[in-house]
């Protein structure tokens, strides 16, 4: 690729990330620009390492969250707002394509949503996913249960299965019940073998997080 064409990449994936930092200037349930940036920065890792589309990964992982219901209030509302984007800073009509189907099929759902089908959406998904584990998917997890008014935890209150998307958004159950519905499954949910590999020691790192929790409450230490 020519200098001028790279030197084009670079304003663009600029401009979305202003756009970005604007859309979730005001986020405190932990999809913040921060974890966009840090989303970013594992995509491009597992990009390189799988041999995917860059650019396809970065603008799709910059751009995720502002699709997101959650932060966009309803979905439709959120794609049709990345799209517009795309589309009035000249992307490629092929590359807008791209990204709009990984964007739109990526989230967890309740985990019952189809396997990503390209290469770029299995990379972002992966980045996205280990964002949600580890000590920062703790902090993440109760940063959003606080969000959203989620008690810590009940122990009179079980953690739930979902049949689909609907169910799992109308759930507002505990946060600690949020590790076994959906982040201490992920480990075994990651698509590429990189991610597979940093997945083992966050996934122990929130195992440890949780036995600790309960000991304290049990009042054991």
Not at 7 to 34: C, N, Y
Not at 76 to 81: D, N, P, Q, V, Y
Not at 104 to 109: K, L, P
């Amino acid at each position: 690729m020519s200098d001028e064409g790279t030197m084009s990449q670079q304003e663009m994936l600029a401009q979305a990330e202003a756009f970005v930092k604007e859309q979730l200037a005001r986020d405190s349930s932990g999809h913040d620009w921060w974890h966009i940036a840090r989303v970013r920065r594992l995509a491009r890792i597992i990009a390189r390492e799988e041999g995917a589309d860059l650019l396809v990964c970065e603008l799709a992982a910059l751009l995720h969250d502002v699709a997101d219901d959650k932060i966009a209030g309803d979905e439709e509302t959120g794609l049709r707002t990345v799209r517009g984007w795309l589309e009035s800073h000249g992307v490629e009509s092929d590359v807008v394509e791209r990204v709009m189907e990984i964007i739109a099929t990526m989230s967890f759902g309740g985990g019952n949503r189809p396997p990503m089908q390209t290469l770029e959406g299995r990379v972002v998904q992966d980045a996205d996913r280990l964002d949600a584990i580890g000590a920062v998917g703790v902090a993440r997890a109760f940063a959003y249960g606080g969000s959203r008014g989620r008690a810590l935890y009940n122990p009179d209150v079980a953690p739930q299965e979902y049949a689909n998307k609907e169910q799992y958004r109308a759930n507002s159950g505990t946060t600690i019940n949020h590790f076994y519905e959906k982040l201490l499954l992920l480990k075994e949910r990651m698509n590429t073998e990189y991610a597979r590999r940093l997945a083992e020691q966050r996934h122990a790192y929130m195992l440890a997080f949780l036995d600790e929790f309960a000991a304290e409450w049990d009042g054991e230490r």
